[in-house]
């Protein structure tokens, strides 16, 4: 690692899950909009399924994610039969199409509904988009919600995933950010699963938490790796207290610094990668035989709201409050607040709050990013071509994309863009350049590392 790599590494950086991001999302998108783009689907088109729940048992204090402590179930019931409105109104305004390939609950915590609710909200999605034989089925787990009998809902209920919400398993790192779960519980959560039958896991790991050092970040993913799980994500905490509030509870103080968060975020890849895993992006790691592994062999792999996957959808339909919807025509995200969600949901309209459409120039650099921070490195001129433009029309890149290479961050060859396997967790400040938009006003992101 440079000393000059610490510069980049504190920048402020978008995670191009999407492009543009949202941070270009604004309200002059709305239901009418979208329900033009979905209207234009037709059956070369792959879906595939969002469904968030905004709820959680107990806040963490380092969560980024648009959720709530509903104080009981009765919120949960009547979101549940929103839900399902919300699903019918999707129904009527997409245009043919080849089925739902893939379906992810997400939150929140997705496990805090019964399994009978989830199960309701899975049959009434396979009636409106058709979920396609052998289409994954995937929900995100706090496993401090699940006992046994819940996960023997689960699997009955279809679910052929599950992502358990691991993090630290530092007691003292647990305790300075609200969420105490042993090591012991994810464990038996993990086994339960499995001898349920949902045999894919997934585990969520995070760096740059208050007190984590190099060497607990690298004991927790020796701990995780014990587990044999099939997908890792060691995500760095993202400290917005300006966008998440919540997230003022956490001292700075004990905030790693950004030399320690890449000596940390390296730590976790040194030992996935020791223990015989891909690296995938640059966040991920999957077992050589799980499907993401061969995607990424094959040229697969893709980018999305929820990561990297190998999942081939054509547009994605979000279902729920702040669900972000994705067609090629443009993105658009759902009413953050339950309650406007509702209120426009029972009016009859997509519950859409902002958005954003895309040009063929979006097309193009989020092409060009998309295979970049998937394959770290892309041909330029080639993607160009296959978009149908001239070879050099990204050229305006390359300038920047030089002086990165100076650092040693990309290596640059005519129009082709390498990223070193040594700068691989700094790809997100080389695709940035990419970025047409990073020219504009600044907006305030994550830290790149």
Known sequence: MRESWLAFAARETPRYTSYPTAAQFSAAIGAKEVGGWASAIDRA??????????????????????????????????YVRTLLREIDLWA???????????????????????AADLKTILSAIDLAFSIAPGAEIAIEIDPRTVDAARIAGLSEAGFTRASL????????????????????????????????????????????????????????????????PDRVAVFGYAHVPWFKRHQAMIDEAELPDIAQRLLQAQAAADVWESAGYAPIGFDHYAAPEDSLTAAARAGRLRRNFQGYTDDPADALIGLGASSISDFPGGMAQNARDIADWTRMIEAGALPIDRGVGR????????????????????????????????????????????????????VVEGRRVGIPIAARLLARTVARRLDAYAKDAPQRHSVSV
């Open 165 to 228: 919400g691991a993090q630290d398993f530092d007691a003292r790192v647990q305790t300075a950010v609200n969420r105490i779960q042993p090591f012991e519980q994810v464990a038996a959560v993990a086994e339960a699963l499995r001898a349920a039958g949902i045999e894919r896991l997934n585990l969520d790991l995070m760096y740059g938490l208050p007190h984590q050092t190099v060497d607990s970040v690298e004991q927790t993913q020796k701990l995780a790796a014990s587990l044999n």
């Open 45 to 78: 088109h792959r879906l595939s399924i969002y469904v968030h729940v905004p709820f959680c048992a107990q806040l963490c204090w380092y969560c980024g994610c648009h959720t709530t402590i509903p104080n009981g179930y009765d919120r949960a019931t009547r």
């Open 359 to 410: 040009t063929a120039e979006d097309r193009l650099r989020g092409l060009a990013i998309e295979r970049l921070l998937c394959a770290m490195s892309v041909d330029l001129a080639e993607i160009c071509v296959s978009a149908g433009f001239a070879e050099d029309a990204l050229d305006d890149c390359l300038p920047g994309l030089r002086a990165l290479a100076d650092e040693a961050l990309c």
């Open 92 to 114: 009527k305004r997409l245009g043919p199409h080849r089925g739902a390939h893939h379906v992810h609950f997400g939150g929140g915590t997705p496990s805090f509904l019964t």
